[in-house]
């Protein structure tokens, strides 16, 4: 799968790139990304990728001519883009399902916006706008790579172990149940009681390891975000354990503290 990122800071693209599942993954060529500098699209001596805003007010504006510059570079290398998404605070809420639909998508670019965001007619050659919270960042640099990373480990041999995927918390609507490793016992000093693994991980039943699992998993969907369990797809024991979990233990689950 291919990225073309526009931006005018590309070492902030390029450094977390380079460590890692996505460094292997293109250093093995499972991954193309290629990091385009906004100001080699600029006309002028000072290669100025931004302005003023017409009306007047702070900050600056990125300029249009430069954006659409480096997407048509992106255009006559690779063809046209099918997705181009917008980073910005104003898009919609970028989503686990988002990074699912993406990464079945052959070729992807992402816009990095920076000071007040772009001119407006930007938006007409982006194919969809995404954030990725309720919250302003002074760059689509990071949101960039958010995207990036969240689509890229859904790609066939980008994360050594599919399994893990598939069990990772949002995958199925469910969060990730409970892990632990070595030591099975931690003792922190004083007089405090030793930390302890629970006792059916360490008992090599694999059946009732992988039920525990599932039930830890729904009770903590239940305890922290029971809004997913309304989409879930669950299988029949997962469903089973929501019920019973719902009836008659609900004072229970309800004191799971989400620190817990
Ligand atoms: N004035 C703009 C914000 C500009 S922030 C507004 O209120 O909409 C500068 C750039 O950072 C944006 O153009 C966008 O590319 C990026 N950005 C900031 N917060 C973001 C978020 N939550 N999600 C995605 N991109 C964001």
């Given at each position: 799968?291919?990225?073309?990122?526009?931006t005018?800071?590309?070492?902030?693209i390029?450094q977390?790139?380079a460590?890692?599942v996505?460094?292997r993954a293109i250093e093995r060529?499972?991954?193309d990304?290629?990091?385009r500098d906004?100001r080699?699209?600029?006309?002028?001596?000072h290669?100025?990728?931004?302005d003023?805003?017409?009306g007047?007010?702070?900050g600056m504006?990125?300029?249009?001519?430069?954006?659409?510059?480096?997407?048509?570079a992106?255009?006559?290398?690779?063809?046209?883009?099918?997705t181009v998404i917008?980073t910005s605070?104003q898009g919609?809420?970028f989503s686990?399902?988002?990074?699912?639909?993406?990464?079945?998508h052959e070729h992807?670019?992402?816009?990095?916006?920076?000071?007040?965001?772009f001119?407006?007619?930007?938006?007409?050659?982006?194919?969809?706008e995404?954030s990725?919270g309720?919250y302003?960042?002074?760059g689509?640099?990071?949101p960039?790579?958010?995207?990036l990373?969240?689509?890229?480990?859904?790609i066939p041999?980008?994360v050594g172990d599919?399994?893990s995927?598939?069990?990772?918390s949002?995958?199925r609507?469910l969060?990730?149940?409970?892990q632990?490793?070595?030591?099975?016992?931690l003792?922190m000093?004083?007089?405090?009681?030793?930390?302890k693994?629970?006792?059916?991980l360490?008992?090599?039943h694999?059946a009732?390891?992988?039920?525990?699992?599932?039930?830890?998993?729904?009770?903590?969907?239940l305890?922290r975000?029971?809004?997913?369990?309304?989409?879930a797809s669950?299988?029949d024991?997962e469903?089973a354990i929501?019920?019973?979990?719902?009836s008659?233990r609900v004072?229970?689950?309800?004191?799971?503290?989400?620190?817990?």
């Amino acid at each position: 799968m291919t990225f073309d990122i526009v931006t005018i800071f590309p070492r902030v693209i390029e450094q977390p790139l380079a460590a890692g599942v996505l460094g292997r993954a293109i250093e093995r060529g499972v991954l193309d990304v290629r990091i385009r500098d906004l100001r080699h699209f600029t006309a002028d001596r000072h290669h100025v990728v931004d302005d003023v805003p017409y009306g007047g007010g702070p900050g600056m504006v990125l300029k249009a001519e430069p954006m659409f510059g480096a997407i048509e570079a992106i255009e006559a290398e690779r063809g046209r883009p099918l997705t181009v998404i917008l980073t910005s605070p104003q898009g919609r809420r970028f989503s686990q399902a988002d990074a699912r639909r993406l990464a079945a998508h052959e070729h992807v670019v992402l816009l990095c916006g920076r000071y007040e965001g772009f001119d407006e007619r930007i938006r007409e050659r982006a194919t969809e706008e995404l954030s990725i919270g309720d919250y302003v960042l002074t760059g689509g640099e990071l949101p960039a790579l958010v995207v990036l990373e969240a689509v890229a480990r859904l790609i066939p041999g980008v994360v050594g172990d599919e399994q893990s995927v598939a069990d990772d918390s949002f995958s199925r609507g469910l969060l990730d149940f409970p892990q632990y490793t070595r030591p099975a016992e931690l003792k922190m000093g004083g007089d405090d009681p030793a930390m302890k693994v629970p006792d059916v991980l360490l008992s090599g039943h694999h059946a009732e390891i992988r039920l525990w699992r599932k039930r830890e998993a729904v009770k903590r969907t239940l305890a922290r975000r029971p809004d997913l369990l309304e989409t879930a797809s669950l299988d029949d024991e997962e469903r089973a354990i929501l019920r019973e979990l719902q009836s008659g233990r609900v004072a229970e689950w309800r004191n799971v503290k989400a620190g817990g």
